[in-house]
């Protein structure tokens, strides 16, 4: 078991890692789109890559409609297990919609014999989810 103070310091040391292992400017919630954000997620039971929409309903209603037309291309041309959850339950209990990539192995980010896969998975997916939303971006804001 680890302390608090020690799980602080293993995630500082991933995410430093993960960022001079791939040094690159990532999106995430730079998308111009309000409510509309890309996140990674390491913790002790798993790792994912997300596309969130957080925004009032109105707004994620209006999102979710543009990214279900584009569900089969982003699927069949980008990322082929893509769940799909309009009703994302939050740990913080707020929902969301989200899109999202989850990585199948066992991960933990307390055990860094795990680390080198999951920065490669978080490298890949999130590149193919930029990919896919500068390829469709246009489509996504009308």
Same mark, same amino acid.
């Given at each position: 078991?680890?302390?608090? #103070?020690?799980? &602080?310091?293993? &995630?500082?040391?991933?995410?430093?890692?993960? @960022? /001079?292992?791939?040094?690159?400017?990532?999106? =995430?919630?730079?998308?111009?789109? !309000?409510?509309?954000?890309?996140?990674?997620?390491?913790?002790?039971?798993?790792?994912?890559?997300? =596309? %969130? =929409?957080? %925004? %009032?309903? #109105?707004?994620?209603? !209006?999102?979710?409609?543009?990214?279900?037309?584009? /569900?089969?291309? =982003?699927?069949?041309?980008?990322?082929?297990?893509?769940?799909?959850?309009?009703?994302?339950?939050?740990?913080? @209990? /707020?929902?969301?919609? &989200?899109?999202?990539?989850?990585?199948?192995? !066992?991960?933990?980010?307390?055990? /860094?014999?795990?680390?080198? %896969?999951?920065?490669?998975?978080?490298?890949?997916?999130?590149?193919?989810?930029?990919?896919?939303?500068?390829?469709? !971006?246009?489509?996504?804001?009308?």
């Amino acid at each position: 078991m680890f302390s608090k #103070e020690e799980s &602080r310091i293993l &995630r500082q040391e991933f995410w430093t890692s993960f @960022g /001079k292992s791939f040094p690159r400017k990532w999106i =995430l919630y730079d998308t111009k789109l !309000k409510g509309f954000s890309f996140k990674f997620h390491f913790d002790t039971k798993s790792a994912l890559v997300a =596309l %969130d =929409l957080e %925004d %009032d309903l #109105e707004n994620r209603i !209006k999102y979710w409609e543009k990214l279900l037309s584009l /569900k089969s291309i =982003l699927l069949d041309d980008y990322l082929p297990n893509a769940i799909f959850d309009e009703a994302y339950l939050l740990e913080n @209990g /707020k929902e969301i919609s &989200r899109i999202y990539v989850i990585l199948e192995q !066992k991960v933990s980010i307390h055990n /860094k014999n795990t680390w080198r %896969d999951v920065m490669e998975f978080l490298n890949v997916h999130m590149n193919l989810f930029e990919t896919f939303f500068e390829e469709y !971006k246009e489509v996504i804001e009308d």
